[in-house]
């Protein structure tokens, strides 16, 4: 069966300080993967999705950056941190021509 | 294009009462249609899914959603609701890509 990790569960940074959070997806091949941020109060926003190796695409302009370096890893990054950037950050898959999307735990990030 | 409204931001219920939480959509097409749920802390999990078989979807946790087309909606349903159902439920549209709701917030009073 599939199953999709995320870490840090949770993370505490300053402004201005870098980011990395990861999502590795276990039990299939060659995924679309997803990054979606929960902000206080708000629904979800998709921030990037990717259908291969190195193909990312952004939704909404902002200072965070995606890479997948590997089939089944999705790593979401900042070099400077802002205030606004604190929220609820879950990652998800779904089969190539697939419905329905699988979603992380969830990375829970606050920045101070 | 598509999208999905959902038309309640907050819903309370009492202990074994039903539930009904509201959902409209829009889509060109023939869309597939979601309801996730969401707790505190939680990832999203997949409470049922409408992908253009029975018009009425039953899912987990004794929940149900009927698509209903002349009415473009998608409303969640369940006869009695428990304490562990209070939760973020969203509504989902699917063609291409998916577009969320804005969600509904369930509150189960004692």
């Known amino acids: 069966s599939q199953t999709i990790h995320q870490w840090p569960a949770t993370l505490v940074q300053p402004v201005g300080s870098p980011l990395s959070l990861e999502c590795t997806v276990e039990?299939?091949?060659?995924?679309?993967l997803y990054w979606y941020r929960q902000a206080a109060g708000r629904g979800l926003q998709l921030l990037f999705y990717?259908?291969?190796?190195?193909?990312i695409s952004s939704e909404v302009p902002q200072n965070l950056s995606a890479s997948r370096p590997q089939d089944r890893q999705f790593i979401l990054s900042s070099k400077k941190l802002l205030l606004s950037d604190s929220g609820f950050y879950l990652c998800?898959?779904?089969?190539?021509?697939?419905?329905?999307?699988?979603f992380g735990p969830g990375t829970r990030l606050t920045v101070l | 294009a598509q999208s999905v409204t959902q038309l309640d931001s907050h819903v309370s219920v009492s202990e074994g009462t039903p539930v009904l939480l509201r959902c409209n959509y829009s889509?060109?097409?023939?869309?597939?249609l979601f309801w996730y749920v969401q707790h505190p802390n939680k990832g999203l999990q997949l409470l049922l899914k409408?992908?253009?078989?029975?018009?009425l979807v039953k899912g987990i946790n004794g929940f149900e959603a009927e698509f209903k087309k002349s009415e473009t909606s998608f409303h969640l349903t369940k006869p009695s609701a428990h304490m562990s159902d209070a939760a973020e439920y969203f509504c989902?549209?699917?063609?291409?890509?998916?577009?969320f709701g804005a969600g509904t917030r369930l509150t189960v009073k004692p």
């Open positions: 998800a898959w779904r089969l190539t021509g697939g419905n329905e999307q699988f």
């Open positions: 039990g299939t091949s060659n995924p679309n």
């Open positions: 990717s259908v291969g190796i190195g193909q």
């Open positions: 889509s060109s097409y023939s869309p597939s």
């Open positions: 409408y992908t253009s078989a029975a018009t």
């Open positions: 989902v549209v699917s063609y291409n890509d998916m577009r």
